[in-house]
């Protein structure tokens, strides 16, 4: 079946321009992620969607940062006035319901953000 | 608060010749750990899954880990390296234990096979 998408692949934007970033969890999936991987480090945590409770946004990084879920399916998150080391590449991730008892995480390919 | 160690950020084998990637961690709850495998400009791939129901944990393309509580760890083995199996490798440990949440990634190590 189709897996978790991403759009775009790379963006490439000048300082300061806002950008959108787009995931598609796999259909059915209840929980969505967010997390950033910048050059040379590990996966950071951002947001974390669980139906339809609050987000965890406990691991944006600043106000700049936002990210919502429409219809509890497809997820954007949003910089605003982007900043140099925002460049990185951003993942989304979903997982099966609660009652499927598991924590598996199934990842999109990734979008590549270049700040310029 | 749990936590994951990896304790190389670079390894380099030869073709079929033995793995280990060495991975610690630090949890407050039994944890769930898991490894995943990342090749080239693709996305992360679950290699393998620990959720308390055995200890020795059998993965895809070969890769096994095992749980060893009283050492805190989660290393990563295969018996024979294959040219395929270059990438980066990350441990994890799911924050709230066996429920849902984020997860906490280890910084990765990064696997080199030569011929």
């Known amino acids: 079946g189709a897996g978790v998408s991403q759009s775009p692949s790379n963006k490439v934007t000048e300082k300061g321009k806002d950008v959108e970033l787009r995931c598609d969890p796999i259909?059915?999936?209840?929980?969505l992620y967010w997390y950033r991987q910048s050059l040379g480090q590990g996966l950071e945590f951002l947001i974390y969607?669980?139906?339809?409770?609050?987000?965890?946004k406990s691991g944006l990084p600043s106000d700049r940062f936002s990210a919502e879920r429409t219809g509890g399916s497809v997820s954007t998150l949003t910089i605003q006035r982007t900043q140099q080391e925002d460049s990185a590449v951003y993942l989304c991730?979903?997982?099966?319901?609660?009652?499927?008892?598991?924590?598996?995480?199934?990842f999109g390919p990734g979008t590549r953000l270049t700040v310029l | 608060a749990q936590s994951v160690t990896q304790l190389d950020s670079h390894v380099s084998v030869s073709e079929g010749t033995p793995v280990l990637l060495r991975c610690n961690y630090s949890?407050?709850?039994?944890?769930?750990l898991f490894w995943y495998v990342q090749h080239p400009n693709k996305g992360l791939q679950l290699l393998l899954k620990?959720?308390?129901?055995?200890?020795l944990v059998k993965g895809i393309n070969g890769f096994e880990a095992e749980f060893k509580k009283s050492e805190t760890s989660f290393h990563l083995t295969k018996p024979s390296a294959h040219m395929s199996d270059a990438a980066e490798y990350f441990c994890?440990?799911?924050?709230?234990?066996?429920?849902?949440?984020?997860?906490?990634f280890g910084k990765g190590t990064k696997l080199s096979v030569k011929p």
């Open positions: 991730a979903s997982s099966p319901p609660l009652a499927a008892s598991t924590d598996t995480q199934y």
């Open positions: 259909s059915g999936h209840t929980a």
């Open positions: 969607f669980q139906g339809n409770s609050a987000p965890d």
């Open positions: 949890s407050s709850y039994s944890p769930s």
């Open positions: 620990y959720t308390s129901a055995a200890t």
């Open positions: 994890v440990v799911s924050l709230y234990g066996g429920s849902q949440g984020n997860l906490i």
